[in-house]
């Protein structure tokens, strides 16, 4: 798991090296509420992707190279990290809960990568910021477990509903 993990890590920090080149777009609204309906259709779409039955211990270095691709494609502000990596899963024969599974592991060392970034970059950590990060995982840890109970139960298209929905207006009333 460690292995497939660190493969699937790679592309994410290649990508902080073309930060410069993604950091523009978050400053265009416009360009965010396209991302979101981008990955609506993406999570939409994924729903026609036929159901697999592999498990991340049957997951092959390329499937964890694939799903990090993925990954840093959210990158790109708008673009869901856990849709595209459980949608890369799935493409890649994972059944629903396993892909959510991978994908949230796989979301530790980019994110914990991300607070190491920011903190190198100047960030202060107050004791403000150490709570905020300890209610952030508790509560993400709920909201996985709740997130995990709908995929297995309906997959992921009352997420691009809502992405698509959320892009939409942000274009219309922003």
């Known amino acids: 798991m460690i292995k497939l993990l660190a493969i699937g890590t790679l592309p994410a920090v290649a990508g902080v090296l073309a930060e410069d080149l993604i950091g523009g777009v978050q400053e265009s609204v416009t360009l965010v509420s396209i991302a ?4 609506g259709i993406i999570l939409w779409l994924s729903g026609l992707v036929p159901s697999g039955s ?9 499937d964890a190279f694939i799903i990090g691709v993925a990954q840093l494609l959210a990158l790109v502000p708008g673009i869901s990290r856990s849709g595209m990596t459980i949608t890369a899963g799935l493409t890649r024969k994972l059944d629903r809960v396993e892909s959510a599974r991978f994908s949230f592991l796989l979301g530790v060392p980019a994110i914990a990568g991300a607070a190491v970034q920011q903190t190198l970059g100047g960030a202060s950590v107050t004791t403000a910021t150490l709570a905020g990060t300890l209610v952030a995982a508790v509560s993400g840890y709920f909201s996985i477990a709740f997130l995990i109970k709908i995929l297995s139960n309906v997959g992921l298209r009352p997420f691009a509903y809502y992405a698509v929905a959320a892009g939409i207006t942000s274009l219309v009333v922003l």
């Open 36 to 39: 979101l309906v981008a990955t």
């Open 54 to 62: 592999g498990s991340v211990e049957d997951a092959t270095t390329k």
